[in-house]
Nanobody
Framework: QVQLVESGGGQVQAGGSLRLSCEASGRTFSSYTMGWFRQVPGKERELVAATSRGGGNTYYSDSVKGRFTISRDNAKNTVFLQMSSLKPEDTAVYYC????????????????WGQGTQVTVSS
């Protein structure tokens, strides 16, 4: 069992930056593929970034590529999402999630979820 707790959300103006953190409990964090999802009311949840167990491979959705960076620190059981050049359309609840598989595909089922953190980008 893994528990995930996100932090770092908030309100920022367009063009600004935010850094989200997700701290995991347990001693098996490095065995999980980690992803960041976002969801707005009325839309499906979207995988925006994912990182492999060791952090050497990453995935980004087209909507955030070049603006967001996912990273992880396995020694601190934490995964990060650095968000830059934020746009109003990035406004959503952001969730971190863990998968026991190795694929970074957006079709992968994730097993563990955090409670979410709100990101609001004003124009």
């Amino acid at each position: 069992q893994v528990q995930l707790v996100e932090s770092g959300g908030g309100q920022v103006q367009a063009g600004g930056s935010l850094r989200l953190s997700c701290e995991a409990s347990g001693r098996t964090f490095s065995s999980y593929t980690m992803g960041w999802f976002r969801q707005v009311p009325g839309k499906e949840r979207e995988l925006v970034a994912a990182t492999s167990r060791g952090g050497g491979n990453t995935y980004y959705s087209d909507s955030v590529k070049g603006r967001f960076t996912i990273s992880r620190d396995n020694a601190k059981n934490t995964v990060f999402l650095q968000m830059s050049s934020l746009k109003p359309e990035d406004t959503a609840v952001y969730y971190c999630a863990g998968s026991g598989g190795v694929s970074l595909s957006p079709r992968v089922k994730y097993d563990y979820w955090g409670q979410g953190t709100q990101v609001t980008v004003s124009s």
